[in-house]
């Protein structure tokens, strides 16, 4: 119910309740996917909509959205009679938005026995929208195996308006279809089989990443939801699983809700099967010509787990969900990315632990043997784009001497919430070429009082095609500031979607002599400091990097590290902080300031938004990408200019990076001191 959302029509965002924008319901399948019926969204893919659903309680949230895929895309095609199956299709949300996702079945219409189902949708009842629920009995099928499979409903009527909503199995409590239509006379109508979704187009070209398929991009996103919503400890909220196991819901189950959600979260944390051939394949030499091939054919891992409940009319054996984890673990990728090994590492894991007391020790010593010999193997398949090494040609062009922009604030101790500051070219060879500066200006007027002077700086240094980097050195205390997303004026992308924008510390140490009153022994620890950052920085750029998350543990708010500990360390490491601005800890407010005085000259973190059960494991998983993938950290900010970009774009698989920010404060070259900068001609 909760992930039930209304349609509306494209800017009904400032009428949110006004029925005669209404267009239909549907529900969200994935973070920031909305599955619904493509009649409800006549005009097809591209379509602009907007999305209303609800936030708690009486609260409901208005968000632009667009038409990703439609099942048949028939936009601007004349329509007789109903909608042609399969009458389905995908809105993206234009931005991240924390919501309810439903569980869909990994299991095919064609096998669903059940005698009745539960409905959820939107109508107008009074002249208000409401959303409505109720049941209706299956009467059978239409289309046979053919690309039309719909399920035949009776037993209520179905209201105008709820078309695109979800049908759920009360029995195993996984949405198995979408309402198509509804009957002219009489009760009841018609919904598709999710799995229908399947037919979606393969792309033309090899997938390079999974955003690049819109089926594996939805139903992994689905599959890692609700894994990760299940290993959050600091829910309120119960999970998919957790009502399950209330319900006693298991029929003939080989594993038990939790043991399912974990097994599939893990299968979507590898790349897709190569194709379909190859799942069947795979299929194949598990269970030989036992399993009647569903149509559409299996897709996805999720989709080979579902074939197999079926081999012999009942819910898979343990020891075949296991082998099939293995082969999974093993198969050949369209792609590999860095977090591929640590994602079979992982699936060995669960499997090594559902194994144990059962089977039996023989199989359990063939599942170990195989293990071993996947760990003398590479990952088998092409490296995504994105995930190079520290000899990666591309970033070449990186590394060339540029022209940066270098924003300085001060804090006015005696001024509390008041800055001055410097705006100046820097040179590649550390020189400073003052622009202009300010003084006392209050913190939340910086962005409106430096668009002139940055407009500037930025006209002397961008290149056709390259913006120019901007670097923002910031005292402790601010370090957090949000400058990646001002503003130059109105119709402005925000600057961290145009260009690189990192932030360094303009008060990170007191170099020897600089008056501070400290002796020769007292600074000491600020040279070690020193030392240790170059340290630092030169390996990650020499040999890759590692992110660390510091602050979070698999969804449990933890405090970060002392700086001593951080010191202790790999040097590979790069800090990454999931909930920065969630304070718990009485110290949370100098968590960067602990991360530089730890030795670090790059860190990541998101400025958190989220409510305090909203599951954080894609941040965590792909930040830990990002960094790995980039082969140097030199590459760290044309990445995350990438992301924001692709956040301003409505890119969903850049959504996990909203509020990202890079600290990237390169300790070979200190910030000019006030009597650094250059006089401008």
Known sequence: MAATVRIHRAGAGYAPDEPGTFLGSGFFIAPNWVLTCAHVVPSGEGCE????????????????????AALPDRAGLPVRGTWPAPDLALVRLGEPADHDCAYVTERPAAYYE???????????VGGELRRLSGTCTVQGTLGGWSDDEQIRLGGDVLPPGVSGGPVVDPVRGEVVGVLKSRADRGLGGTCTGVEQLRSLPVPAAPAAAEHDDAYQAVFHAHDRYHRDRQRHPDTRRSTWAD????????????????????LLGRLADLPPPAGTRALLDLLESLV???TAIPHPAPRGWRDGLGALYESARQDAALDLVLDYAMRAMSAERPFVTPGTRPAERALWEWVRQTAEGRPGPGFRRRLGQQWIERLQLPPRGPTAPGAGTARDPVRSA??????????????????????????????PSGEALRLRDGERAPVEDLPALLAPALAEAFRQCDEPGRPAHLQVALPHLLLGLDVDTWRLGPGEPPLGAHRPVVVRCADREWPPGDGSGLSDAEDAPAREERHEREARWRWIHAHGAEAEVLDC???????VPAAESLRGLPHRTVPVLCRYGDDRFEDDRVALVRIVHGGYGVALWRRWRGQADAVCGEFHRRAGDTVAGAGGADRLPELVLALRAGLRAGRPETYWADGIALFYDDPRRPLPGTGDLLEAP
């Open 553 to 559: 543990e698999d969804g449990l708010r933890v405090p």
């Open 243 to 262: 009502v399950q196991n209330q319900l006693g819901a298991r029929p003939g189950r080989a594993l038990s809700p939790e043991e399912r959600t974990q």
């Open 398 to 427: 990186d590394r060339a001497p540029r022209l940066f922009v270098l924003l300085e604030l001060e804090e006015r101790g005696w001024e509390p919430g008041r800055c001055d500051w410097h705006v100046a070219v820097g040179r």
């Open 49 to 68: 909509v907007t999305v209303v659903y609800e936030t708690g309680p009486g609260g409901s949230s208005a968000v632009a959205g667009v038409v990703a």
């Open 114 to 124: 059940e005698s009745v189902v539960l409905y959820s949708g939107w109508s107008v």
């Open 288 to 290: 030989g010509d036992r």
